[in-house]
């Protein structure tokens, strides 16, 4: 389980360090980054990533929303690895999508990892933060 916050800087080629105890809960290097809700970025671990397209693959075409959702899902996957020194490369466009720049934050989300530009997970977390004390 993906747990944990993080603030990686972004070195030169766009690549970021995944902190020890994230890369520990990955099995193997292989990666796939694509494009998250709330403007930030998805990464699952290549075998987490099968599991979850299976059940994509096998819904209904039929229906819109799952027809969408499988668009935003696969048309922005793109596979990675882990180097060995524990970085990734943030490829360009979701980079671009998620507006990250020089400063991330890598979250752990259960199931899977997200990557934020540091300011919009500040400001994200507040909305979080109001909504559910407002509850």
């Known amino acids: 389980m993906f747990l944990g916050e993080y603030q990686p800087n972004i070195t030169e080629g766009s690549r970021i360090a995944l902190p020890k105890k994230l890369r520990d809960q990955i099995h193997g290097d292989e990666i796939i980054l694509s494009r998250g809700f709330e403007r930030c970025i998805f990464l699952y671990d290549k075998e987490d990533w099968v599991n979850e397209a299976k059940k994509q693959v096998e819904s209904p075409i039929s229906d819109l929303k799952t027809r969408d959702l499988k668009r935003y899902m696969f048309a922005s996957a793109s596979e990675s690895a882990i180097d060995a020194q524990g970085r990734i490369v943030l490829p360009t ?23 934020w530009d540091a300011d919009a997970w500040s400001a994200h977390l507040e909305k979080i933060s109001a909504q559910l004390a407002a509850e």
Request: proline residues 4%; neutral net charge; contains cysteine.
């Open 93 to 115: 466009p979701l980079k671009m999508y998620a507006a990250i720049d020089k400063r991330t934050c890598v979250v752990g989300a259960g199931d899977h990892i997200e990557i």
